[in-house]
């Protein structure tokens, strides 16, 4: 159980980890590179932990035992057949991304998490890559892990993938798509695709790695040569996500916050969320190192598309409650199948401090009365990280405010607590 003490102001300047993102792609893309890659300052947690020793479990080398550079040593496309499967967790990136670079190896791969993973859908991804000839089912038979490939490369050509509710299916088939054996891979988006910023993100990091990939500019048509990556030495910004928290606490406490290590311009879409607290209200200085956040005497509300931030969704949340007028937070049904139904979560445990709040399908609209009325309860987290990182912050001005699970930051920011204390001048 986490307590967290209010706080009159804030003033503080610090730095947030790596990019989980970033991160599990440059990793990927060394792990398959021909020739060894310094990752430096990657983020260290559990999540990218569980990526790294899976790839190790397919025979590529991971030296993580410098938690500021990771080094790789790139298999060239050529990947072993793991002893067993391989356990992602509730990582569902890993588990996304990892599922068509599995195709690669030569034999029977498993790929399984937890149990909220079992219900987390990926069947748009096993239809492409059955565009591609790779032979993969889910075992349950209802399009989620755990997964089962009879693998032996990926052939190429023209595949279609239907959009769903992630671009992670699309970043997966864009990673993998180089070491294509029979011709150039090409992806067709079928309907709408949410985050695109991932997406960029994912074309950015390939092409740092030496694969330059053409596409259009709605990101709906990809043609991907053959060849590979090459190793290099790659350097992982800040997580903009993890950056968001301390943003809005400047914003909520009416005090100040620098993020030093967050770059302007970012490849994150998540560093767009300072826009939406100056639209609040609040002072952007992108001035200097860093960016730094000063928070206004009373916040506005407004109306967000979140269609491509959705992992400061909840932050955003927990700000408009401290706002006056109706929030509304749009274009977020994918939220329902992230580490929890991140909609209904948000809506549930904003109620139980006493805030005014409507719950639709794919946005929720959030009554804020700059804070008056609010009441301390003890905070659920559904074993989500998001949940106890953006709930935290209401603590900071409301008394008797609980986090339950709160060790659940490990997934994405396992110093997060440490780094909180910063807030209160500690």
Not at 203 to 228: N, Y
Not at 304 to 314: E, Q, R
Not at 343 to 362: K, T
Request: aromatic share 6%; with cysteine.
């Amino acid at each position: 159980m986490q307590t967290i003490t209010p706080v009159s102001t804030v003033d503080a300047g610090l730095t947030v980890p790596g990019s989980k993102s970033l991160s599990q792609r440059a990793l990927l893309a060394a792990a398959l590179a021909k020739g060894d890659s310094l990752l430096h300052d990657p983020l260290d947690s559990e999540d990218t932990r569980l990526l790294a020793e899976a790839l190790q479990s397919f025979g590529v080398a991971v030296d993580c035992s410098d938690a500021r550079c990771w080094r790789v040593r790139g298999c060239g496309g050529r990947l072993q057949v793991p002893a067993g499967p391989i356990y992602l967790g509730n990582n569902g990136t890993a588990t996304r991304l990892l599922t068509s670079v599995a195709a690669l190896a030569e034999g029977r791969v498993q790929i399984t998490g937890d149990a909220r993973m079992a219900e987390r859908p990926i069947a748009p991804l096993m239809e492409a890559l059955q565009g591609w000839g790779v032979s993969i089912s889910s075992d349950q038979g209802n399009g989620c892990p755990p997964l089962t490939i009879e693998a032996k490369g990926i052939q190429g050509g023209a595949t279609e993938l239907a959009a769903g509710q992630s671009s992670q299916y699309l970043s997966s088939l864009l990673l993998v798509a180089p070491y294509a054996t029979a011709q150039a891979a090409e992806i067709t988006v079928a309907g709408r695709l949410y985050s695109k910023p991932y997406v960029e993100m994912t074309l950015a990091v390939m092409r740092d790695f030496g694969v330059e990939v053409k596409t259009d500019a709605a990101l709906s048509r990809f043609v991907i040569p053959q060849g590979g990556y090459r190793g290099r030495s790659y350097a992982v910004e800040g997580d903009a996500s993890s950056a968001s928290y301390f943003f809005a606490a400047a914003a909520i406490c009416n005090g100040r916050v620098r993020v030093e290590n967050l770059p302007q311009p970012s490849l994150q879409g998540d560093a767009k969320f300072v826009e939406l607290l100056e639209r609040m209200g609040c002072r952007i200085d992108r001035r200097g190192k860093g960016i730094c956040v000063e928070g206004s005497p009373e916040l506005r509300a407004i109306e967000a598309d979140m269609a491509d931030m959705p992992d400061v969704a909840p932050t955003l949340a927990v700000v408009a409650a401290f706002a006056r007028g109706r929030s509304s937070i749009c274009n977020i049904a994918h939220l329902r199948v992230k580490e929890c139904d991140r909609v209904s979560a948000v809506v549930q445990e904003l109620r139980r401090l006493g805030v005014e709040v409507q719950e639709e399908e794919d946005a929720m609209h959030i009554q804020g009365q700059s804070g008056a009325g609010l009441h301390g309860a003890r905070i659920q987290t559904y074993h989500d990280h998001r949940m106890a990182m953006s709930f935290a912050l209401a603590g900071l001005r409301i008394s008797g405010v609980e986090i339950e699970g709160e060790e659940c930051v490990a997934k994405s920011f396992p110093d997060f607590w440490q780094r909180f204390q910063l807030l209160a001048g500690k």
